[in-house]
């Protein structure tokens, strides 16, 4: 593993994507979106007609893929941009994130990838913080209130965002829970510079200390 992680878990909306990438541009890190990994095997699974209930051979496709996030999301080389925030892909990742078999293939591929990078590298998720780096330099969880987040995931809709944290919190496959030694940020109403200041100050706190 790379010496250095900051971890981040959150609910959807909760700032995560915007506010991890803010860091690691800071420190000069790279960042790993992991949400979007779940994503793209959704949408090749839902391209190749395979039941999202079939949990044997979406943990298949899940162990053969190889999944590229930048600049563009593809899986095995096929582009999967489009199609990473359809309606239909906020339905089925649920289900495709509580199926163990994927969660196992994707978070060797994330350890693997950390353990890559050259200095350090900010991953955000829900099980960061509790199962793929529980020895992160960093924890934090990130939360806002459900109108704010609904707000910042705009078509999606507030129902929506609630039903798929109600799914990621209570699934029984790493539910999004907040890490005991997690730093809890609420991003309600405050600007990105403002919760990535504090984020490095914890950050710097922890190394000096
Ligand atoms: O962060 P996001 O909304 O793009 O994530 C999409 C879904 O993927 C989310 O509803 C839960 C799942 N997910 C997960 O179970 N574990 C992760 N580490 C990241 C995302």
Known sequence: MTQEVIAIDGPAGSGKSTVARAVAD????TYLDTGAMYRAITVVATRRGID??????????????????????SVNGE???????????N???SVVA???GVRRA?????RRWAAEQPVGT???GRDITTVVFPDATLKVFLTATLDERARRRGEEGAESVARRDAADASRAASPLRQADDAVVVDTTGRSVEEVVKEIIECLTSRTLN
């Open 26 to 29: 800071a420190l000069g890190w």
């Open 52 to 73: 999202l209930d079939n949990a044997s051979e979406l943990a298949a496709l899940a162990e053969s893929a190889t999944i590229a996030l930048t600049p563009h999301v």
């Open 79 to 89: 582009s999967v941009d489009d199609d990473l925030r359809t309606h239909a892909t």
């Open 91 to 93: 339905v089925g990742v």
């Open 98 to 100: 509580a199926n163990e």
């Open 106 to 110: 994707l978070v060797h591929q994330q």
């Open 122 to 124: 900010v991953v955000e």
